[in-house]
């Protein structure tokens, strides 16, 4: 393969924008030369903002398995990542999923098994991995600073901000609301930074209340009770095969005050760390408790946050070399399988109103 990876963008729609088009641009072996969407004028404003000379545009993502394209990021509605992963896997293609996963997790299990069997590289983009905070935490982890890791929390708690627009709040094309769309994030940052990818058992809670109003306070516009389709907060408490406990924490609308996104709680035997207000480290030392913040500012120099690097562009470039040097990206397919079978789990036992017990 060359030093220069063609790219295919597949759904242009918020997240395409928001993330993958302008963070790919930023890196020197990336040309995108193929877009596609189901409504065409996006696809042409993505070619003609950020494609090569020549980009090509589609309205079928079939057509764009047939173009010399080496690279697909799959950035459509939750129902189709698994159709378009797998048909991009075996058409020679790398591929890089938008969260969550898939679906179901049947439907995961297959993009998983596809990856196996091309032999190509397949990853989901779990953009909070990519943190500052949570690499510097992934690492005092690895290296043993919190000791044996018990206890996580998973938070992903809005307060009132319902995504009103595309196809968020539609059951059949999502699988679920808040749960799947941002507790997925919360739920795969702490079991990397756990790196416990082996759950006993799920008892989860759905609710669907406060969807049901009308004129209802929303950081985006007050949304259609019609329409609203998918719970507004969902909440699972998840057993590990180790005994270790994770409670998993999801709202798009919770009377509540303080809130959090894609945000963890750890503690272990040797200390404990948490986002609540940025990064705190805690433990005891001489007979001592203590905390402290870890500072990830620009040590007080005017003009630089010490940050030089976006999360979404490290996101991109960190994929980008696991392609070229031929290793295994960051976030690996098996387990983002796993979060996916405990939110399916999650769903589950909310609708039976059994714990699920996983063999």
Known sequence: MSKTLKVAIIGCGGIANGKHLPSLAKLPEVEMVAFCDIIEERAQKAAAEYGVEGAKVFTDYREVLKEDVDVVHVCTPNDSHAEITISSLESGKHVM???????????????????????????????????????????LCENGELGDIYLGKALAIRRRAVPTWGVFLDEEKQGGGPLIDIGTHALDLTLWLMDNYEPESVTGSVFHKLGKRENAANAFGSWDPEEFKVEDSAFGFIKMKNGATIMLESSWALNVVETGEAKTLLCGTEGGADMKDGLRLNGEKLSRLYETKV???????????????????REARLWVEAILEDKEPLVKPEQALVVTEILEAIYTSARTGKTVYFD
């Open 295 to 313: 500072d990830f500012g620009g040590g007080g120099v005017a003009f630089f946050d010490g940050e030089e690097e976006s999360d979404a562009t």
């Open 97 to 139: 999923c938008e969260k969550p996963m898939a679906k179901t997790a049947e439907q995961a299990r297959q993009m998983l098994d596809a990856a196996k069997r091309t032999g190509k590289k397949l990853s989901i983009a779990y953009q909070n991995r990519f943190r500052s905070d949570s690499l510097f935490l992934k690492q």
